[in-house]
């Protein structure tokens, strides 16, 4: 019976897409009000703020980026696939 009556007071969500037209999404965070990602095929770094505008923050010309964290500072680092370098994001470049 509780099956019944949690599936009947359920409401259907319909995903909104925040980003479109990237090639391949990693590594989000949140972080300082936005939430902070790389497409690796584009070897970009991007945010997007709560009113969904995007914000492309860096372009990693040499290698692809594959993942994103902070440090306990509040800096991003990125992560690149084949020069395996942990770069960190400060006064907007890497």
């Known amino acids: ?10 409401t259907p969500i319909t995903p909104k897409a925040l980003h479109d037209g990237g090639r391949y999404f ?4 949140w972080h300082a009000g936005r939430l902070w990602f790389v497409d690796c095929l584009n070897r970009t770094l991007l945010s997007i703020d709560p009113s969904g505008e995007s914000q492309q923050h860096a372009k990693i010309e040499d290698d692809t980026p594959c993942g994103l964290g902070v440090l306990p500072d509040g800096r991003l680092v990125v992560l690149t696939m084949f020069r395996k370098r942990l770069m960190a994001c400060t ?3 890497l």
């Not at 019976?1 to 359920?10: C, H, K, L, R, V």
């Not at 990693?26 to 965070?29: D, K």
């Open 1 to 10: 019976m509780f099956a019944e009556s949690a599936t009947a007071m359920m």
């Open 26 to 29: 990693e590594g989000p965070r």
């Open 91 to 93: 006064d907007g470049g």
